[in-house]
C-alpha cells in the first residue's frame, strides 16, 4: 500500500533551520506532484510549497518565500523541506502529500498524505 513517512521534525530555536523528509513507497514517485502543508493548533491545515507537476515549478506560501525549499529525489522517492530563519509562528505539524499526475495534468482528488512530523520553533 501507499506510504508516505515525514522526518525531520523538532525543537529549534528561532532563526534556526531543519530539514524535513519524506520517504514515498507503494507508488510510481515520478507521477506525484509533491506538496507540504502544515496545520498550527487551532487552525486549518495551509499548503506551505508545492508543485505544480512532478519536478515542475514550486510555489510557495507568502509567509515562507525565502525561507523554505521544496526539492525532490526520485531516485530516493523522498522530498525535502528545507526550512531556514525559523521563527514561533512556524510552529505545526507538517505534512507531506503527493498528488497523482498524467501527462501534465494532475488530480487532487488523487493524492495520499503522511502522518505529519511536529516542528516546533521555541526559545
Known amino acids: 500500500q501507499v506510504q508516505l513517512v515525514e522526518s525531520g521534525g523538532g525543537l529549534v530555536q528561532p532563526g534556526g533551520s531543519l530539514r524535513l523528509s519524506c520517504v514515498a513507497s507503494g507508488l510510481t514517485f515520478s507521477s506525484y506532484a509533491m506538496n507540504w502543508y502544515r496545520q498550527a493548533p487551532g487552525k486549518e491545515r495551509e499548503l506551505v510549497a508545492g508543485e505544480s507537476t512532478p519536478s515542475g515549478t514550486a510555489d510557495y506560501a507568502d509567509s515562507v518565500k525565502g525561507r523554505f525549499t521544496i526539492s525532490r529525489d526520485d531516485a530516493k522517492n523522498t522530498v525535502y523541506l528545507q526550512m531556514i530563519s525559523l521563527k514561533p509562528e512556524d510552529t505545526a505539524v507538517y505534512f507531506c502529500?503527493?498528488?497523482?499526475?498524467?501527462?501534465?495534468?494532475?488530480?487532487?482528488?488523487?493524492?495520499?498524505w503522511g502522518q505529519g512530523t511536529q516542528v516546533t520553533v521555541s526559545s
Open positions: 502529500n503527493a498528488v497523482y499526475c498524467s501527462d501534465y495534468k494532475c488530480v487532487p482528488s488523487y493524492d495520499y
